[in-house]
């Protein structure tokens, strides 16, 4: 450290200067002035040996008119002469230090400028100027370190931009990352270009990778997944592929749901349907096709509704029949034998909707006058028949006499199968 008055080194501790006797500066001052005092204290410096000069060229002209008895007046003037072409050229030497500060400091605005429009090239070569005057100038150092790592940043993010153009997603992607980690932790607004720049790449990479990932999703889950993805992506591009993806969702909602239409599986093709719309709220067609399908399965429970009723009451008509009319007389002849015998064959089939079994006929005789003269029971063969199947009985009514005489199947009894 120095002292800014005469400029003589001085100790850490010391308070006042050995050499002019006056109060030094604390850190806290010299450090607030550091890089103004040490011109000044150069330009004191040279002041104080110039004075000194000066006054010892004093003190030997004091001493010829001393040893004299008259003095010149030149003698006089010159030390003061010489005291102004010291001080000028001190002043000179200052207001030359000067400019170049005011210098060094327009290089370093422009440079700044330079950087932030994203010229580097400008930038670098301008602090390079700026450093070359003033090589110990801390902040130009600084600067230029910041725009080299910029411009090398920058280069990555051009050769990332290259690389889409090529359609090099994967080497691409890696340049990005790269970059990004790169550019964590630098907050100074020099990079905010370059991070504009990596983002709207980063979003482009994103939009072509789901691009190409588009064509191998084929339903709408796998799309569904994807949508995710580009609703965190923003620019035109990004809300184009949105609207590709929704529309490949309402076009494979719509086939899947019309197919299962078509199936009549109308609980799967709602669903489908639904699922499409989830996605595509506004989708006219798909709406339609959801109404559409909610009319069909409408109608189509309404018949099947219809279908069952009827079902049940055939059922049961059938169920009736074959609890009551399951026995059906197709055919039924008698002779009456020498002996005044009636004899009786009977054809019989199986009416029911099931198998029958057991069967027996209780039948009447009756005269042409519709008189009663004769009854019988009589057991049916073979035993068990399918529905549609025929069956015959045969009996013997003796003591009839009669004839013309007509028998009737009055009664019949069987058992279901």
Known sequence: ????????KRTDDAIYCSQCGRLLATDEDGAANAGAERTLVMLETAASIETDRGNKQAALSMDTRKRGAKGSLWAWLLPIILALVTAGSVFGYYIYQAGINDSVIKLQAKAKSAALAGRYDEAQALLKEAEEARPAFAAVQKDAEIVAIAAELSQSVTAAAKLLEEQKLAEAEQTIEKAGNELDGHTEPIFTRVKEQLGNYSVKLGVMKLTVELADAKTVD?????LNVAKHLEGEEAAA???????????ISMKEAESLLKKKNYSDALDAASKGLTYAKDNAKLAELEKKITEARADYEKDEQQRLEQAMQQAAAEDL??????????????TLDEFGDLNIAGELKNAATRPIYSITVKFIVYDAEGNEVGSGTAVASPDYVEPGEKITFTSTVYG???ENTTVVVDH???YLD
């Open 1 to 8: 450290m120095y002292c800014h008055h005469c400029g003589k």
């Open 222 to 226: 796998e799309l569904a997944a994807k």
């Open 241 to 251: 592929v949105r609207e590709q993806i929704v529309a490949k969702i309402v076009d």
């Open 321 to 334: 029949k074959n609890q009551t009319a399951a026995v059906e007389v197709i055919q039924i002849d008698s």
């Open 400 to 402: 009839v006499y009669v």
């Open 412 to 414: 019949a009894t069987w």
